[in-house]
């Protein structure tokens, strides 16, 4: 049964190993953010060992993402949009005031947080995410831009838990990841394998 993460908010779950989390974009160009940790919380998501062990900074298929601790929390075994971001930093409060002129707007930061909570988890230094769906472009000097999602509706990737795991999930709240429409619903189910 698919789930529904509200648009501009957050949920936590857990995920035994072995399990499934397909994540799904119900209704096309809706960016969001997924942060794991380890059940106990003494690992989380890495975006830097991801980066090293894939050897390249594009995943899909068959790559996984890898633990502060050099452990694979998720491998993703399908990926039909193939295009996910982890270099941009969940959107934050101060983000949006610095760069926007925009005060207490929806955000990230705080959704990821809050369903870390819901689970058992105090965040204080919330790591790199996995920006799913967002579609990132990188220019011949490095410079890094948002392009609209490649998702469409019913596109999906679905990632396997390497150990049991925490994670959260946001529907990004900002316009800019979406093609600059208003944000909308993200959808997730948990399969056995």
Known sequence: MLNLVPAASGVGLRLRKGEHLRLVDPEGGQTGDL???SAD??????SGRTFDYNEKVRLSTGDALWSDRSNRLLTIIAD???????FY?????????????????????????????????????????LN?????????EGRLSIAPARSWPGAAMV???????????????????????????????????
């Open 89 to 129: 930093a969940a959107c934050t409060r101060e983000m949006y005031a610095l760069q926007y002129g925009i005060d207490d707007h929806p955000n990230c930061h705080d959704n990821l947080s809050a369903a870390l909570r819901g689970q058992g988890i105090d965040p204080v230094f919330l790591p790199q995410t």
């Open 80 to 86: 039909e949009v193939g295009r996910h971001d982890m």
């Open 159 to 193: 990632l396997r838990a390497e150990m049991d795991l925490i994670v959260a999930l946001s529907a990004c709240p900002s316009t800019m990841c979406n093609g600059g429409v208003p944000p909308r619903p993200l959808g997730f189910e948990i399969l056995e394998p």
């Open 132 to 140: 799913f769906f967002m579609n990132v472009e990188i220019d011949e």
């Open 41 to 46: 919380g003494s690992e989380r998501l890495s």
């Open 35 to 37: 942060v794991a940790y």
